[in-house]
């Protein structure tokens, strides 16, 4: 899987929208990215993966460059509880090598009333 | 609302002795999932089921660990003898194969303490 670099920690205003870069500069051509977060005390939770183009859902938006080096997770309107740490995960999604989650340290997002 | 469920959530036992971690898939999930969260190592993946049978164990240490799912509905974690390093929280995870998301559903964990 290609490795994967991310801030260690950031801070959001509640309420504003929180913007968690990944680099992935190594990322092949039939390799997803993924993203999940972990609230303290808790398993991770999935959050959102995408391919090239830019992915939306319930939980959050994902920002692919075109030279897919790059993505960011947005969280469109942090809360409280969105405290946590957010890992930028990037796999095969078939075959060989496309069960594993290889989690690094992530970004420790800390939302500030 | 389903879930993957573990059990116990919290153990402390003595070096030396057995402890066996069990967790409980979500229905319909074919792919079993058991990682070791510790504050030096981070999450590591020790094994995985597809189906029920292993399919990659490489992330676990072979003499005093092992995996199985005796059945769909369960699967087992064991240590046996405990060791102090072996302190960390375990966490189960299930997923399917169908479809390219590959979501894994993470249990709530168990936290080991060896002394």
């Known amino acids: 899987d290609a490795k994967t670099t991310q801030p260690p920690s950031m801070d959001c205003a509640e309420g504003r929208a929180a913007n968690l870069p990944c680099n992935h500069s190594?990322?092949?051509?039939?390799?997803?990215v993924y993203w999940y977060r972990q609230i303290h005390s808790q398993g991770p939770q999935y959050i959102i993966h995408g391919l090239k183009n830019n992915e939306t859902n319930e939980m959050a938006s994902l920002i692919i460059t075109e030279d897919r080096k790059s993505s960011t997770l947005i969280l469109p309107h942090a809360t409280l509880r969105d405290t946590a740490v957010y890992y930028c995960i990037v796999r095969v999604a078939a075959g060989a090598g496309s069960y594993q989650l290889t989690f690094g340290k992530g970004t420790k997002l800390s939302v500030i009333p | 609302d389903a879930r993957v469920t573990q059990t116990p959530r919290h153990k402390v036992t003595e070096m030396g002795q057995e402890v066996t971690m069990r967790c409980q898939p979500i229905?319909?999930?074919?792919?079993v999932f058991w990682y070791r969260q510790t504050m030096m190592q981070g999450l590591e993946l020790l094994a995985y089921?597809?189906?029920?049978?292993?399919?990659?164990d490489s992330g676990m240490p072979k003499d005093r660990f092992s995996a199985e799912m005796p059945d769909a509905t369960l699967a087992t974690l064991k240590i046996q003898p405990s060791e102090p390093r072996d302190s960390a929280v375990y966490f189960c995870a299930s997923g399917h194969r169908q479809g390219i998301g590959n979501e894994q559903f993470f249990g709530p964990g168990t936290r080991l303490t060896v002394l």
């Open positions: 190594t990322i092949s051509g039939n390799e997803y």
């Open positions: 089921f597809r189906n029920r049978a292993p399919l990659d």
């Open positions: 229905l319909g999930h074919n792919t």
